[in-house]
């Protein structure tokens, strides 16, 4: 069972569609966070989140701790934001630990 | 800003080779971390460093080893390389743990064991 999990794993979209990706965890997180990974394979940081809810532009992060689910929602959608999306949490425990979703691979349309 | 950099980006291996992947940062963080990524798995952690002189194993140690002299570097090594090493080999690092910290990551290595 993979301590992350991430839905949907494909999605396809028009451009300016509002973009709902998902994410749930089973273990105790100290932070979640949630990762960008283009077609060349960088991987960069969107957001790190322990509580509550973070926008930067068009992208917006939500996390519920009792649930132990988040969103990434990205408003207004556009072929740049095709990528890999990913969801990570930090473990509580031990901060060294990362677990990784397998990732969301969003295509916008133009 | 230099960040995270990786060498090589890709590089082709006959089984029972070795080699190093070569990870080092200009941002003077603590924690170093080495990860795979496999076709529609998620990262792995393979081992990570807290600092220099000081390595730790992750999720997924088994065939590689890791050494860390200084704060800049985290090499990577494949002693016997084998078919189920292929993979991408992401870098990355933090500044302080626990303290929720994001993760830079490196362009990573592609590595294929033939």
Known sequence: ?110 | NAGVTQTPKFRILKIGQSMTLQCTQDMNHNYMYWYRQDPGMGLKLIYYSVGAGITDKGEVPNGYNVSRSTTEDFPLRLELAAPSQTSVYFCASSYLQGRNQPQHFGDGTRLSIL
């Not at chain 1, 979640?32 to 990974?37: G, V």
């Not at chain 1, 969107?46 to 930067?56: A, D, E, I, V």
Request: with cysteine; charged share 10%; glycine share 10%.
């Open chain 1, 1 to 110: 069972k993979n301590e992350v999990e991430q839905s949907p794993q494909n999605l396809t979209a028009q451009e300016g569609e509002f973009i709902t990706i998902n994410c749930s965890y089973s273990v105790g997180i100290s932070a979640l966070h949630w990762l960008q990974q283009h077609p060349g394979g960088g991987i960069v940081s969107l957001f790190m989140l322990s509580s509550g809810k973070k926008k930067h532009g068009r992208l917006i992060a939500t996390i519920n701790i009792q649930e132990k689910h988040s969103s990434l929602h990205i408003t207004a959608s556009h072929p740049r934001d095709s990528a890999v999306y990913i969801c990570a949490v930090q473990s509580l425990n031990t901060g060294n630990q990362f677990y990784f979703g397998t990732g969301t691979s969003l295509t916008v349309i133009p």
